[in-house]
């Protein structure tokens, strides 16, 4: 075993360990060929950089990680679904006007970005953990570097507003990578015929709601946002809000929710403060409750 990917270990754990690391490295190892000795690699010095960072299992880090990561893949796959429903629907406007052939090749990438994303999250959240949000990773970086064009346009004071824009949705989507592996959402859909029913199911909804209100009429109202977070939520399931149990961990979870809104145009400024009070107020009648459940439980 490379002295390398001990060394990447705090210095206390490797003491104690570093000899059993080593012999589990060559037992998986012995006889394997080099895609697999990467692999084993890969997952010793990912594992050591968790504990370098205070991400593991045993620690509160990563234990928050593991609370919120389903709620950061639900707000990506929102965002993804509602960008994909106005680009849909700028496309119909668009064509009516006979300018959709001007654009076609950009918004042809950043739908195929928004798809990859939205199929990435919802991958994820059904149970194909890490291949769905690398997908999703990847979806969010593509369509902040193909929206880079037109930014890159713009008057040099307006581009730096957009940074934000720009890094908010790729950050939200790597953020369940912080989730330790042991801790990471139980399987929902079972089987590639489960699984491809859900993605094809993602879809059609996605393609309802952009057909029932091509022109936007309904962005008057937050339900083109509103329906894919509902849907996105009802995926993530039960487990994971009676996961929620510090005031941090709801904080946290609801951000990337605010984040999207804030970036999607439902949410002003102003509004925010609006929202973290009822954020507040939902986290006291969460600690209330659970404090009479627990007086219940063990009376005095």
């Not at 206390?12 to 990467?38: K, M, Q």
């Not at 890490?130 to 307006?158: E, H, I, K, N, Q």
């Amino acid at each position: 075993m490379n002295p390398v990917l001990l060394r990447l270990y705090p210095a206390g754990f490797r003491r104690a360990f570093g000899d059993e690391i080593a012999e589990s490295y060559r037992e998986a190892t012995e006889g394997a060929g080099r895609r697999a000795r990467l692999r084993e690699a890969a997952d010793i010095a990912t594992h050591a950089v968790r504990l370098r960072l205070g991400l593991g299992s045993a620690h509160p880090g990563g234990r928050l990680f593991a609370a919120i990561a389903p709620f950061a893949l639900a707000a990506t796959a929102a965002y993804a679904a509602f960008n994909l429903i106005g680009s849909a629907g700028d496309w119909y406007v668009m064509r009516a006007v006979g300018t959709a052939d001007r654009v076609s090749v950009f918004m042809t990438l950043m739908n195929g970005c928004f798809l990859l994303t939205l199929i990435g999250a919802v991958v994820a959240l059904a149970g194909r953990y890490l291949p769905g949000v690398l997908c999703a990773v990847a979806g969010a970086v593509g369509s902040s570097v193909t929206f880079l064009y037109p930014v890159w346009r713009m008057p040099p004071d307006l581009r730096w507003e957009l940074v934000g824009f720009l890094l908010a949705p790729i950050l939200i989507a790597a953020l369940p990578l912080a989730c330790p592996p042991d801790l990471r959402p139980a399987r929902r859909v079972r089987g590639a015929a489960g699984m491809l029913a859900l993605v094809v199911w993602t879809v059609l909804l996605v393609g309802a709601v952009a057909v029932i209100d091509p022109l936007g009429i309904g962005l008057h109202f937050p339900w083109r946002f509103g329906v894919p977070m509902a849907a996105a939520l009802f995926l993530v399931g039960r487990r994971a809000f009676a996961g929620i149990r510090t005031t941090l961990q709801l904080a946290c979870a609801a951000a990337p929710f605010i984040v999207t809104m804030y970036f999607s145009g439902w949410v002003r400024g102003e509004d925010i403060l609006a929202l973290l009070g009822a954020l507040a107020a939902t986290a006291v009648a969460l600690r209330l409750r659970r404090g009479r459940g627990s007086d219940t439980v063990n009376p005095a």
